[in-house]
């Protein structure tokens, strides 16, 4: 009877990690995770963002995202610049040091253009949006899930490319194996020493969605530190 006892837990033990979880099922647990309450699809909220790079000023954000009537505004004040971009659906307007009109001279001096600020509205609800962007249409979900070492810890990772018209980017996302907390994320572009990683830790929990609290960039190719940015509502 102990021989059939110890056979069944050992079979127990054995089936359950044949029974890998799909690219698909991780990213719902870590939705599941992250977003509970399924907070993402209704977002409209406002985000503090403090960026500190070497060898420059402080980067302040306040970045508002209000995804049901399709709004984005940042302001961003770095030394004594302080930018401001708005788009409304489509409509795009742009504001540096308070002032609206703005010449050519120094639309171009300052690099202010609302391609510049698509790309902000884009980069800012992709990242605090993620894992949930996932989701999106174009994006492609590898069914194998690795496990994987990094920095010293073991992760679930999962690997995410784009169909063409959306990016080229390879991204890999690594996910606390017992929370599914995403905890890391990197990306390569046209060669494995390219790109970056970036280090979540801390966590904010703004509209009932957990985001990372703190992120630490590096490039991949020789863990030079690029910068951290920090989080808070407020």
């Known amino acids: 009877m102990k021989k059939l006892t110890i056979l069944f837990v050992l079979f127990l033990v ?9 690219g698909a099922q991780v990213l719902e647990k870590t939705i599941q995770y992250h977003d509970p309450n399924n907070s993402w699809k ?3 909220g406002t985000l503090f963002v403090s960026m500190k790079t070497p060898s420059k000023p402080i980067r302040n954000s306040e970045i508002t995202i209000n995804l049901p009537q399709e709004c984005f505004y940042v302001k961003a004040t770095q030394g004594d610049s302080t930018t401001e971009y ?5 409509t795009c307007k742009i504001s540096f040091n308070g002032e609206e009109n703005l010449s050519e ?37 590898h069914n194998k899930v690795e496990y994987k070492a990094f920095k010293g810890k073991e992760y679930l990772v999962l690997k995410v490319t784009y169909d063409e018209k959306v990016g080229s980017d390879t991204w890999y996302f690594y996910f606390n194996p017992k929370t599914y ?9 046209d060669s494995p020493t390219s ?36 989080l808070s509502k407020n």
């Not at 054995?14 to 799909?22: D, H």
């Not at 905890?183 to 390569?188: C, D, I, L, P």
């Open 105 to 141: 001279e120094i639309l171009q001096k300052h690099q202010l253009s609302c391609n510049r600020a698509k790309l902000y509205k884009n980069y800012y609800t992709y990242l605090y949006g993620l894992p949930m962007k996932l989701k999106d249409k174009g994006t492609i979900i």
């Open 86 to 90: 708005t788009f409304n659906k489509d």
């Open 181 to 189: 907390a995403m905890e890391v994320y990197q990306f390569f572009k």
């Open 42 to 44: 209704t977002f409209n």
């Open 14 to 22: 054995t089936t359950g990690f044949s029974q890998e979880l799909s």
């Open 195 to 230: 790109g970056e990683y970036i280090l979540l830790t801390e966590e904010e929990t703004i509209n009932g969605i957990k985001m990372p609290k703190v992120r630490a960039w590096y490039y991949n190719k020789n863990d030079t530190y690029l910068g951290t940015d920090f």
